[in-house]
Nanobody, 129 residues
Framework: QVQLVESGGGSVQAGGSLRLSCVASGYTYTTRCMGWFRQAPGKEREMVATIYTGGGVTFYADSVKGRFTISRGNTANRVHLQMNNLKPDDTAMYYC??????????????????????WGEGTLVTISS
């Protein structure tokens, strides 16, 4: 069973930066699709960014392109989300997610996160104007 633990959330003013981290455990460290999703109060969960930790292929939601960067850590069980130029609309609970390792990419994961198999408990990001 894969466990995911997020860290790095917090409160910053608009224009500021935060770096989220996700550490996965409970499995042999293999490459897999991992990603960040977020859910704001009263809204549905949405994809922020995904990465296949094997080849480094990334995908970003239009709303964060040019501001957020997803990256793999030094080991295959870590991913990070660097968030720059944060806006109040970025306020949400951010969740790390992972797919079973037998999938060779992130294809088949939809924008709501269906297709991901494991989820962390989330870390709160609050951006004030």
């Amino acid at each position: 069973q894969v466990q995911l633990v997020e860290s790095g959330g917090g409160s910053v003013q608009a224009g500021g930066s935060l770096r989220l981290s996700c550490v996965a455990s409970g499995y042999t460290y293999t490459t897999r699709c991992m990603g960040w999703f977020r859910q704001a109060p009263g809204k549905e969960r949405e994809m922020v960014a995904t990465i296949y930790t094997g080849g480094g292929v990334t995908f970003y939601a239009d709303s964060v392109k040019g501001r957020f960067t997803i990256s793999r850590g030094n080991t295959a069980n870590r991913v990070h989300l660097q968030m720059n130029n944060l806006k109040p609309d970025d306020t949400a609970m951010y969740y790390c997610a992972a797919r079973e390792s037998y999938y060779a990419d992130c294809g088949g994961v939809n924008l709501s996160g269906v297709g991901m198999d494991y989820w962390g408990e989330g870390t709160l990001v609050t951006i004030s104007s």
